[in-house]
């Protein structure tokens, strides 16, 4: 009873109450009568009390504790001293055990989980605020309490791992964990937790996720040498926790993290770390090494951390095979993973989809936090990654930190760029990390106080000179703790911080020091066996002077799997160190080093190529580094890193000895300029390449040339297109190589279809076509087959373009090449979308969506979502046709491919228009034609223009739309495109709306003549159908009715091929009320009248119907339904 009412203790209990849950199996009556016995006694048995009773009784019904009794409770006290960080302590000694196990009643079941579940609480809180404090042995102490409540709490058993591994007993974090993992299978048949599982196998890696800092180097053992306390960042700290919020909730970012060096990056980051996990968030990490050896190597060093995960997620197969080949782990694994193979200039966006895919699969299943270290030394190719992904994170429970040095980045540097902003979708973030202010450097001295020696200057002196350096002061208060006292330190402060890393490393034993100066040749990461190969000491030797360097914190574990297994705690130590030696020692030792890394490491050579050519160039060993900046600019390209292999080919070329290092490394580069698109560097690169080439070097002059064709042809450079064609021509006619007289053939016929030379076109095809039969090339003979179906398509010759596609196909089919079935299917569709073949379009888009989505193949993903919303807006499927087009827009704006995403706009245009949303179209139409003017695509600018004034036109905005229609006109005439005709007829329309419809008629005309052939019907009906408006505006109903008569029988066969067949049908309708018969009128009537109103019933918001009602022409068909009085209207 005693129990009971301390815990009621907040209110009153009715008498009643509390005899049922006392004695819940008795009677009422039973049970009123022991509670006033048992009060009794109980009331007998408490001490006599001053004033106040022990027990209060209000009236006769309720009881209540007495909360101002001068006594102790437990319970109370530890519930007090659990509302304040300082008091937890005392709340955990209070903790003794589960509140009252001896009692098993309804009553004290809750209250006992309450407070167990407000003591794992405190313990949590514990454990945080000691690794806040570097206080590690008591954090630990702390998770094992934890885990001896609660032995299935991994969340705890990951802190104690990563404790213990901080305390240098990374035996005992991996038994732990082997313990629990065994229990788990024994007692629960379960296993652990992926997170778990990654935790373990970094800890096996030597690689945790984060390190908490170097720490203070004293010569105290290891395990008990704690960081510094972390003060004074609360405010980062809570933007950090701002950005970390939104993104739980669904709206990612990247953030970047800036600062100098030794500010305390990382050690933020790792309390931010701590504080995600706390929160329930999943962690990942990585860092690049000050020599990036792999391309997106911080990436992989995160993801490695989640491969255990990857089978719980809901990922396609294809995503993990594209990174199958980056990342071992991954294919060892899940064995059998292979992407589909596709078109070269496909796979790097393939690539970056699956760095997407994955970690959006991730933050799916958990809302994730991936932090990128030291981003200053990434490649291109990394932060181009970073920035695609940036552009996808806005629905995204995913936040990605990327820290980096400020003095680090250099004008040039991609980052410059990425942080300048967030045009085009972006979603970036920023904070600046600054020193420590005098406040925190005070409230860091106070934590210390235990362990510095007494001095008041304290405060002063470490801030006056470390100006709140991280680094600083922490080089600072080892020599003091060294020391013992603050007069030392006095001294060693006049040379900075150089000086003190100087003094301390001249304090090392002799061996200690000379393989500290060796490894800062070595580089940032470096392993025993390297070292031993460098320096020629037996193995004993090299691990006691390893073990000193640990032990007084130069160095630490580092996990870098590819580098090394050990790095400096800081770069500004290395460096110190690496100016220790003469140029003449640095010189032979980066050589040796470079010899070493080929001969210790044969089968990672290539991957080592960039960390190799770094030491020979460093050596002196020029010629050697020029071949090894090949080696690692191909293998950059080969990981799809075409920024990485710039540079690095521009490093070779700087030191190369030979015309031949020269060619080479200039043919690597041109070619990753090419996956840029960088067309002036591109040619550059040539025309330095045609300088150095052997003039009786046909290979080479072959190759050049092709080059140039490609060069030319991809930006629109005819005339020097067709100079390099001819050279082209040339070469394979002395070569008499089938495979060479293809490539000039293509490229000939190509040339001629574009430059509207059609009959010549299809005579070089054909020529293409045997000498691909001659290569036996499957593949390349489809090529040919897709071409000539185009050549036949542009000249509206439909059904030998057919039957050309039909031979493409089966080629394709047969070869199985994944590339040529797609350029087939994108063939059917645009012959279909031609031809106005909606359902066939729609066939061909499926199979195309299904099958690049199969293979990964990002580009023709979205090309196949563009198509399908065509097909749906013709069946007027608005709202899956706006789906579509805004799939395709996401699609190419995350591989930022500008002529794409006109591509899809121009359909939105046309989508708005038909709806009567007339201003959306003009605004999506005005911003698709500055897109087509910035990406130069000169038959988009023609189509925007085009659209947009058909929109203009409907406003009743003539000016600007015959500005328009004039702009396209003029484009398309230049370029000989299918857009002449369309834009001829805007201009009719904008003549026939100013009256002057003699001029509307000459033009409809025009455009009629180039309308005139096989396949173009539907466009031909269009026409038509203005004609005879204009023809009835001028009074001449028989030439009207000519015009009718021509157009109704396509229309009435198939209404589903027109865009807006009730306005076709309309047209009619007026002309027979006018000149009869009255049967005409009104079936033309009844067929708009039907159209229209199926249309408008599928419109799902009111004020879009109200906009497709207020179209002029669905005006006057409303008006004629209202006056026909027709039965059925």
Known sequence: ?????????????????????????????????????????????????????????????????????????????????SQSDASLAAADRLYTGDLLLDLNDDWILGERERLRAQELTNLTRL???????????????????LLGFDPWREDALRQAMELRYALGDRAGALSQFETFAAQLRRDLNAEPMPETTACYESLQRDAPVLQMGAGVASLEPRALRPPLPFVGRENELAQLRVWWTRAARGDGAVGLLSAEAGVGKTRLL??????????????????????????????????????????????????????????????????????????????????????FQILKALSDQRPTLLILEDLHWAGGATIELLERLSRRLTNARLLIVASYREEEISRAHPLRQLRRGAPGGRSIVRLSLGPLDPTGVEALVAKLSARLPPDPAWPQLLYGHSEGNALFLTQLVATALEHGASAPLREALAGGVTEII??????????????????????DAFDAELLQEVVAWDSARIADALDELLDRRFIRDAGFAESGHYAFGHHLIEATA???????????????????????????????????????????????????????????????????????????????????????????????????????????????????????????????????????????????????????????????????????SFARARFAMLSSHADAAVVDCERSLEYARAAQDTVAQTRAY??????????????????????????????????????????????ANWENRYDDLQRAALRMFELSTACGDRGHEGTAENALGVAALYRFEVEEARRHFA??????????????????????????????????????????????????????????????????????????ARALASEALALSTRSGSRNRAPAMLKLARCDAACGDFEAALARIDEALSMLAVAGLEVQRCDALADRCSVAMSLGRFEAACANAEAFLPTLRADPGRFAEPEALFTVAARLFSQIGPDEDTASNLRAAGAIYRQRLARISDAASRHAYASLAVHRELVEMLENAYLDDR
């Not at 003094?503 to 100066?517: E, I, K, T, V």
Request: proline share 3%.
């Open 786 to 831: 897709c071409l000539l179906a185009d050549i036949f398509d542009r000249r509206a010759e439909f059904p030998s373009a057919h039957e050309a596609l039909a031979k493409a196909e089966a080629l394709a089919e047969c070869s199985g090449d994944v590339t040529a079935r797609l350029a087939v299917l994108l063939m059917s569709c645009r012959l």
């Open 1 to 81: 009873m005693l129990a009971y009412l301390i815990v009621q203790r907040s209110k009153p209990v009715a008498r009643d109450v509390a005899a049922f849950a006392l004695w819940p199996d008795d009677d009422e009556t039973s049970a009123r009568a022991n509670l006033r016995r048992h009060l009794h006694y109980l009331r007998a048995a408490l001490p006599p009390s001053d004033g106040e009773p022990w027990i209060r009784i209000h009236g006769r019904t309720m009881l209540q504790w007495n909360g101002d009794a001068p006594c102790s409770i437990d319970v109370a006290d530890f519930e007090r001293f």
């Open 502 to 523: 100087r003094a301390r490393l001249a304090s090392l034993g002799a061996d200690a020091r000379s393989l500290a100066l060796i490894a800062a040749v070595v580089g």
């Open 127 to 145: 454990i945080a605020a000691h690794r806040r404090e570097g206080a590690l042995l008591e954090a630990l102490r702390y998770a094992q309490r």
């Open 887 to 960: 799939g395709a827009v996401d699609i190419f704006r995350a591989m930022n491919r500008p002529r794409n995403i006109a591509a899809a706009e121009l359909n939105l245009v046309l989508l708005h228009t038909r709806m009567g949303c007339l201003e959306d179209a003009i605004a999506v139409g005005e911003a698709t034609r500055t897109l087509a003017e910035r990406a130069d695509a000169s038959l988009f600018l023609e189509a925007a223009s085009c659209l947009t004034a058909e929109s203009y036109l409907r406003k009743s905005d003539l000016t600007r």
């Open 270 to 355: 790792f309390e931010f770390k701590n504080l995600v996990e706390g929160e329930g968030g999943r962690v990942l990490a990585g860092a690049t090494p000050s020599l990036e050896n792999e391309p997106y190597q911080a990436m992989l060093e995160a993801l490695s951390g989640a491969a255990s995960a990857l089978s719980t997620l809901r990922i396609d197969r294809v995503w993990l095979g594209a990174l199958a080949q980056f990342w071992p782990q991954l294919a060892a694994r899940y064995p059998g993973l292979e992407a589909p193979v596709i078109s070269a200039d496909r796979v790097r966006e393939r690539l970056f989809e699956a760095f």
């Open 578 to 744: 690496y100016a220790e030696a003469s140029r003449q020692d640095l010189r032979r030792r980066h050589e040796r080093v470079a010899v070493a890394l080929q001969d210790l490491y044969p089968a990672k050579r290539e991957e080592l190529s960039y960390r190799i050519a770094r030491h020979f160039e460093r050596g002196a060993q020029h010629e050697r580094a020029a071949a090894f900046y090949a080696r690692a600019a191909e293998f950059a390209s080969s990981r799809f890193a075409y920024e990485d292999a710039v540079a690095r080919a521009a490093a070779g070329l700087a030191l190369a000895a030979s015309d031949e290092q020269r060619r080479g490394l200039l043919l690597i580069r041109e070619d990753a300029y090419a996956r840029l698109g960088d067309a002036a560097a591109r040619e550059a690169d040539l025309d330095a390449l045609t300088l150095l080439a052997d003039p009786n070097d046909r290979t080479t002059a072959s190759e050049l040339a092709r080059r140039r064709v490609s060069l030319f042809h991809s930006a629109d450079r005819r005339l020097e297109e067709d100079a390099a064609i001819g050279r082209l021509w040339e070469l394979a006619g002395r070569s008499g190589s089938p495979r060479a007289l293809f490539e000039a």
